[in-house]
């Protein structure tokens, strides 16, 4: 069975380790938060200005000067900080966060991103996309293994305009995990009940496979969330 | 040395058709709204807007683009929802847009304020954002060259000032508003709360009264409703 | 993400001959001396220093210089009263001096910390400190082509920190401490008092935890002596 | 007769208008805040982090943790602010500082200043000195016209190593005022009981002459201080 969107968030929580800054992208990855596991102290970061942001404000408690890069109001651990957009992209850029997991239209075979526009008469608009993926330490892909008509979003070469080259370290989906190792791609994990077929059958790029590929330990439910497609 | 003025229609009443002006503000946070309501009642035309996103006709900077008061907008992320009037000028080719990497956007301005010729960043490298520009390598690694950013006006949302334009922000309201005013040559902050000189600690000032010409007193309701301990 | 260490002996313990460490501090506010004193008890040769002054015999960087441990000195101001071991020992030609105008000394530190490949300045142009660098002419004016300065090690001082290595400065103990914090691979704070997770306002933090790798607590006296609404 | 060290500073003090902001250097230039008009609100930019730095703590109430670019143990006025280095010399190199009073060892002709350095086998430390020259708007000199042993101090071409070229807008010495225009060196004031021929057989540059040049208006004391040599 795939994983859901809450499956592909909680298996990715599982492999941020404890002490890690962390800037989470919309979509998938902003769905992280709530599955980072008990006992594990996780910074997350946002772009305008906060480390230590915490979960979204409960409705009429909103603080109407706190919000996250989404734009949702949000709420601070106790230990965040805040600080202006400079300091928040020298945190960024200089590489001090550990981890970043970033949403994505295309990610190539060697680690290429992109996933901050599609082609055509748009209006282009970046944010910090390109920043947080040549900053992170690890840059870390949560994305549906295909589009929803079915397209590879895993290829060997994006024909999507790049976000940044060779930037991606592992990719999060909800049929695998999959990690970049040069010009290579391995298949780590896959996720149960899906074939090692089914996988190369959705990706667009040649996969390299281990010896032995493991299955997801991954549970049905998690905190009243579904994680894995009926 | 007193920097107060009584209104924003005031603050705003000496900028000219054809001006360059930031705009602070990230999200609802920090974005001076009062201002820009007042820039739009002046209905200038060819202005240049340096703004991270898009604005919406709430925040009135989208509504300063609707009127085609505004020539040109560099910008990070101008395409959120609500940023419609964009979209809608853009696309009839009304409005030029300069996209920039939101670090490159920020760091460019504050390389205006702090007086340096450009910098390089590995931000964009082999991207269509840096198409056209200087790429060199440092160090083993590419960069793309970036000049710095500066403008006539800046507009800034604080939450206190003193009379002197000393400025303080409160939760995510500095975002680009720090930054912004050390780089323009009028810098007009618009505040929550005016206190007297010496009210704010040295410390926690993060905006130094030196970066501010103009200050006005334009507090929003719930401020206004909560005490300050309840803030 | 508990970053405390028992003592400033224990924090320097791991630093290896050859490296490269920045010093916060100017005048004495925010010289972390207790981490400079431990670190002359490990008797290292070969280091490289980035500290803005000279060092005294009483802050102890002067001492590190004299017991010969320093191989080079990045420095703007090493010509203070009380730099005495500094001009002994370069005039010997025993020490290496790498001479920078202040603020191209912060703004190298600052582009190491932020990621950048470098940064044009205007200061220095046609002077001997400008002497083999590029120079470039933007937008009519010269400016001289800096590099990014980074460290293995920073030895930081701040007033307070929490647990995870939060920290903040009173008065002038910022100088160069919150910029060095972004720039070295591992960065030591030597603080006045460590307080508990929380205790810090998030707006008053200077230095976020991100930055800090250890942090010890060794009060000065002054400190201990006043209590905390007298300082 | 020639200005003492305070009727420098005290010259130089009446030349600063109301809601100036100023970094004054070593030497006579640190003299200038104690001249500062009643009634003029002037704040004093210290490198180091200070916007608004006061006079020397009274001596037993020093606060450890405050000093100016001096090293000297000071005071703050009500609406200073503290920042940190970066942010200090953006201030400075950012244009943003109105004026700066600096020392000199030699100035020429067209504004160029040498402050920083004499040649020879010596250790070489600049601090601030040349961010200052090249970023406030306007760079004021304060020095004696000669060296104690008589040799120009103002001249056609600086011998020592250069802080900044084209640099300086005004030089304020014991004997005149000079502004600099151009590659032309105008003398403006003369001290009381000096002559135009004193001033020029002093100097080591052509000067330009108006058609009359003012005496200075400066008192024989002031608030304790002479201002004029005996």
């Not at chain 2, 490159?104 to 269509?128: M, W």
């Not at chain 2, 334009?218 to 309840?230: G, H, L, M, Q, T």
């Amino acid at each position: 069975m795939p994983l859901t969107r809450e499956g592909i968030a909680y298996r990715i929580a599982q492999d941020l380790p404890d002490g890690s800054f962390v800037n989470l992208g919309v979509g998938i990855p902003s769905l992280v938060a709530r599955f980072i596991p008990p006992g594990r102290t996780i910074l997350i970061h946002s772009e305008n200005g906060i480390l230590g942001a915490g979960p979204k404000a409960p409705p009429g408690q909103e603080d109407p000067d706190l919000v996250n890069a989404n734009g949702d109001f949000v709420t601070l651990v106790p230990g965040a900080s805040l600080f202006d957009h400079a300091l928040s992209f020298s945190i960024i850029r200089g590489g001090h966060l550990t981890h970043a997991v970033l949403g994505a239209l295309q990610v190539s075979r060697c680690g290429d991103l992109a996933n901050w526009r599609v082609p055509g008469p748009r209006v282009p608009g970046v944010g910090g996309a390109m920043d947080i993926a040549v900053g992170a330490q690890q840059v870390w892909v949560a994305t549906t293994h295909t589009t929803d008509s079915g397209e590879p979003k895993i290829v060997d070469t994006c024909t999507y305009p790049l976000t940044a080259a060779r930037c991606v370290r592992r990719i999060y989906t909800d049929l695998a995990v999959l990690s970049v190792e040069g010009e290579r791609l391995l298949l780590e994990e896959i996720a149960p009940g899906v074939t090692v077929e089914e996988v190369v059958a959705r990706t667009g790029a040649m996969l390299t496979l281990p010896a032995t590929v493991r299955t997801m330990d991954i549970p049905t439910e998690y905190a009243g969330a579904s994680l894995l497609a009926p | 040395m007193d920097r107060v003025v009584a209104t924003c229609d005031e603050a705003v009443a000496d900028i000219p058709n054809g001006a360059s002006i930031m705009i602070g503000g990230f999200g609802p946070p920090g974005i001076p709204v009062n201002l820009v309501r007042a820039l739009r009642r002046r209905k200038l035309r060819d202005l240049v807007l340096i703004y991270c996103g898009g604005g919406t006709e709430e925040d009135g900077i989208g509504g300063l683009i609707a009127d085609g008061a505004v020539r040109k907008l560099i910008s990070s992320y101008p395409t959120h929802p609500g940023a419609t009037a964009v979209r809608e000028k853009y696309l009839a080719g009304e409005l030029e847009l300069e996209v920039l990497p939101q670090g490159t956007f920020v760091e460019r301005i504050r390389a205006g304020g702090a007086g340096l010729g450009g910098f390089y960043t590995p931000t964009g490298v082999g991207t269509e954002l840096a198409a056209g520009k200087e790429v060199r390598v440092i160090d083993g690694r590419p960069y793309v060259f970036e000049f710095p950013l500066r403008a006539d006006y800046a507009f800034i949302k604080a939450y206190r000032a003193d009379r002197w334009g000393n400025l303080v922000y409160r939760r995510t309201m500095r975002n680009f508003n720090p930054i912004m005013a050390t780089a323009a040559r009028i810098v007009i902050a618009e505040v929550d709360e005016i206190v007297p000189v010496g009210a704010l600690s040295p410390e926690e000032i993060e905006t130094p009264c030196i970066f501010v010409d103009r200050v006005v007193e334009a507090p929003r309701d719930w401020v206004r409703r909560a005490p300050p301990d309840e803030r």
